[in-house]
């Protein structure tokens, strides 16, 4: 589970040759013209955002750039890549701006932003501004309540940044000691939640729906799966069945944990897969402790309102991913009833 990744690099360069400069760009570097919004959303930690200005500026801000270009590489591979194409003839100057860092935070985002700023001396800031007046050796820090396996767009990310005075390797290490205990601080009750999820198919298929689970729990970083094991869950009263249980060790609470299990149940279009029970100190966690008041409301219709939370959770080829994975197991499943049924006859 990730607490915090790197963002984008950011370059400005001065040049007399705005357009020639872009294009070098495009075809060396396969870089992308982009607005900032555009770019801030389809860039990773491994991209650079260039700023393209003319050379009348003593220090050059975004509102200055002619062109931006999006380069999904690090700064040094384009450094490297101009000096050994000779693109140097078009530049006057190079600056290098501020690091960026994306921080994920649970609980109460105020307390933990606060904290945050008070270990490192930060000052609020806008991305803008931010990077505006950041130098190379300063790092803006970022917040989003979001999974950061991947890129976010504009909305994912909270509306206060943090510029701080120092580089990121000393960031980056201060958050490797401190960032757990300051995402612990900012939960309810200071907690997390050691979580039980009992998983029961009576078709056998243990495996496929545990690497469903799996698949889940890795995208949405949901937190760190502590054991599992074979046990006897007591379905009905003096009978047992045999479930494979997995311990998770979360900040999610057992509701949020309950309704992404509930979605995991049934496919997209209403087939019932698998039984996911969930437990929290020895309590079942049950359909009336996530459901509506409104007990009108169908439990087929609960079920389709999680599977479109959880989708919006969920990158375009992650739902391509676990809708094939489940696919499999209709098909698997039906296979085996049609052979039972040939048996019988």
């Known amino acids: 589970m990730l607490l915090f990744r790197m963002g984008p690099r950011y370059l400005f360069i001065r040049t007399e040759d705005i357009e020639g400069t872009t294009k070098f760009l ?30 009348n500026y003593e220090k050059t801000y975004i509102e200055d750039a002619r062109k931006i ?55 609020e800031v806008d991305w803008i501004d931010g990077i505006g007046m950041g130098e190379k050796d300063d790092t803006i820090l970022a917040f989003t309540k979001k999974s950061i396996n991947g890129p976010l767009v ?36 200071s907690q997390w939640y050691e979580l039980r999820i009992n998983i029961y198919d009576s078709m056998g298929e243990y495996q496929k729906h545990y690497d469903r689970l799996m698949f889940i729990l890795s995208k949405l970083e949901m937190g760190m799966v502590l054991g599992e094991s074979w046990t006897k869950d007591y379905a009905v009263l003096l009978y047992s069945v045999m479930t494979y249980q997995v311990r998770l060790f979360t900040f999610f609470t057992p509701q949020e944990v309950k309704r992404i299990l509930a979605a995991l149940e049934y496919t997209i279009d209403g087939k019932r897969l698998v039984d996911f029970d969930l437990y929290h100190k020895n309590k079942k966690i049950s359909w009336l402790d996530v459901s509506p008041a409104n007990r009108k409301v169908k439990k087929s219709d609960e079920v389709k309102a999680y599977r479109q939370s959880m989708y919006e959770k969920l990158t375009p080829e992650d739902i391509n991913t676990l809708e094939s994975m489940e696919e499999a197991i209709v098909s698997s499943h039906t296979k085996a009833t049609t052979h039972s049924g040939r048996k019988r006859r």
């Open 154 to 189: 504009s909305s994912d990310i909270l509306d206060t940044k943090i510029l701080v005075p120092r580089p990121s390797i000393e960031v980056r290490g201060k958050l490797r000691l401190e960032g757990l205990r300051l995402m612990t601080q900012s939960l309810k009750d």
């Open 69 to 123: 270009v999006l380069i999904n590489d690090v700064a040094s591979v384009i450094l490297s890549t101009i000096i050994n194409n000779r693109g140097y003839n078009l530049l006057q100057k190079i600056d290098m701006g501020p690091t960026s860092m994306i921080m994920r935070i649970a609980g109460d985002e105020s307390k933990l932003i606060d904290r945050v700023k008070d270990i490192f001396d930060g000052k």
């Open 26 to 55: 495009e075809k060396s570097l396969n870089g992308e013209v982009v607005d900032f919004q555009q770019g801030m959303g389809r860039a990773s930690e491994n991209s650079t955002l260039c700023f393209i200005t003319g050379i």
